[in-house]
């Protein structure tokens, strides 16, 4: 009799429920791209790791609810709405997309994307905290231009080194930023047509590339 009346009790009892989190509570996904190294050092164990984390903040109050960041004029006006039925009905030659987002033709790029010289400048300070000199990069470009990665041995990390260090691949400088493209383009330019990239760049005394690779005949 004394189960039947706890069962009864709890069917007709309420759970409290709240769909808010506590306060600065956030939501995490990581994701990595691990590349073994066997090559270079066999005796060690050495892995390249590329990792992707996006994080979002949970609700801890219900004026989050009523603040949604992708709603129109939370951000002015650099934040719109999408719109891709012209695009999909024309979608090679209709450029009225790039339009709505502030941009041109030539440029093809969402406001809120890196330009190559952003992204070059980010990997140069980047390498100069951990020891090497700021020209590396420049030469790296000039390395991969001379000495590309042999089709079989290719992979995703080497797609996507070949892709930041290849100027000509994505063309993302902007007209501001016509010293870095120049350094660039002609630091690909030297290594295609074979000239010493270490005579080039002779104060980077490490080489970035050897620390990934190998050149093979």
Same mark, same amino acid.
């Given at each position: 009799?004394?189960?039947?009346?706890?069962?009864?009790?709890?069917?007709?009892?309420?759970?409290?429920?709240?769909?808010?989190?506590?306060?600065?509570?956030? %939501?995490?996904?990581?994701?990595s791209v691990?590349?073994?190294?066997?090559?270079? !050092?066999?005796d060690r164990?050495?892995?390249?790791?590329?990792?992707?984390?996006?994080?979002?903040? !949970?609700?801890?109050?219900?004026?989050?609810?009523?603040?949604?960041?992708?709603?129109? @004029?939370?951000?002015?006006?650099?934040?719109? =709405?999408?719109?891709?039925?012209?695009?999909?009905?024309?979608?090679?030659?209709?450029?009225?997309?790039?339009?709505?987002? +502030?941009?041109?033709? +030539?440029?093809?790029?969402?406001?809120?994307?890196?330009?190559?010289?952003?992204?070059?400048?980010?990997?140069?300070?980047?390498?100069?905290?951990?020891?090497?000199?700021?020209?590396? %990069?420049?030469?790296?470009?000039?390395?991969? &231009?001379?000495?590309?990665?042999?089709e079989e041995?290719?992979?995703?990390?080497?797609?996507?080194?070949?892709?930041?260090?290849?100027?000509?691949?994505?063309? @993302?400088?902007?007209?501001?930023?016509?010293?870095?493209?120049?350094?660039?383009?002609? &630091?690909?330019?030297?290594?295609? %047509?074979?000239?010493?990239?270490?005579?080039?760049?002779?104060?980077? =005394?490490?080489?970035?590339?050897?620390?990934?690779?190998?050149?093979?005949?």
């Open positions: 009799m004394k189960l039947i009346f706890i069962v009864i009790f709890m069917m007709f009892t309420k759970s409290s429920r709240a769909l808010l989190y506590p306060a600065s509570s956030s %939501l995490g996904l990581v994701s691990s590349v073994p190294i066997l090559e270079l !050092l066999p164990r050495c892995i390249v790791d590329w990792c992707f984390q996006m994080s979002y903040d !949970l609700p801890y109050k219900l004026s989050s609810f009523y603040n949604i960041p992708i709603w129109p @004029g939370k951000h002015g006006t650099k934040t719109r =709405k999408r719109d891709i039925n012209s695009f999909m009905l024309d979608p090679f030659n209709s450029w009225s997309i790039f339009e709505k987002y +502030n941009t041109t033709k +030539n440029q093809g790029r969402h406001p809120s994307d890196f330009t190559a010289g952003e992204l070059y400048q980010s990997i140069e300070d980047f390498l100069v905290s951990y020891g090497y000199h700021e020209t590396c %990069l420049l030469k790296s470009v000039c390395e991969l &231009a001379k000495h590309p990665f042999a041995h290719r992979n995703l990390l080497t797609d996507i080194l070949t892709f930041i260090l290849t100027p000509s691949l994505h063309e @993302g400088f902007v007209k501001s930023e016509q010293v870095y493209r120049e350094s660039y383009e002609d &630091a690909e330019r030297s290594g295609f %047509l074979g000239e010493d990239c270490t005579f080039l760049y002779p104060d980077c =005394k490490r080489d970035l590339l050897s620390n990934l690779s190998k050149i093979i005949s």
